[in-house]
């Protein structure tokens, strides 16, 4: 394939654990993807290591004028955008309560409004068309002592549906995958805290990362052409049981 020809995908937050995996899932898939961290020199590390080819690009995401540097980069360098993926999260595990401002905003500008800022930049790219997949939970309840981060991930949630009316006219598609728990370094903390939780999946066992790789992956496909602002929950069948 022509680098010209190459699709470009963007996958905000992939340097470990899902992030990472969606990575590389969507570069063997035949992508150029544009790795992105907070610490450039990780984002970099993991762009040489994927199957296909990548580059990695420093952004904190927080910061509204690094995110529209982000999408300037790849226009500049790649002159093109495919496909976006939103996975980058902060939770500080807290109760509304123990809940200051501080960690209220950080959450909130991390885990929503960058997903806001990077649809809305990656859109203006977005030419001949694309896909936007913003990773969220598969939960639609509240969980204990994690109120900005519930309500942050609630948020994405609504803001593809809003975002993929507004842009399939576009020929834009924007969509989500809901994870339930998934045993990478963060999922494991998580399950440590809630073995009940393990012993309610019905399919058994907790996910891999892979499986939420393989839906995003198929998010992204001509195959989901006539998806359109869904969120497809992969937490073996968790959600549907509650």
Known sequence: MDNADRPVAVVVGSTRNIGRTIAERLSADGYHVVVTSRHGEDA??????????????????????????????????????????????????????????ETWERTIQTNLRSYFLTTKHAATLMDDGGAIVNVTVSSTRGLPEKFSYMTSKGGVTYLTRAAALDLIGEGIRVNAVGSGLVGTPVGYEEMAGRPDEIDRIPAGHPGDPEDVAAAVSFLVSDDADYVVGAKLDVDGGLEASL
């Open 44 to 101: 970099e590390r993991v762009a040489a290591d994927l199957p296909g080819e990548g580059t990695g690009f420093e952004v904190d995401v927080t910061e509204p004028a690094e995110v529209e540097g982000l999408f300037e980069h790849v226009d500049a360098t790649l002159g093109r955008l495919d496909a976006l993926v939103n996975n980058v999260a902060y939770t500080a595990n807290e109760s509304i309560l123990d809940c200051d401002l």
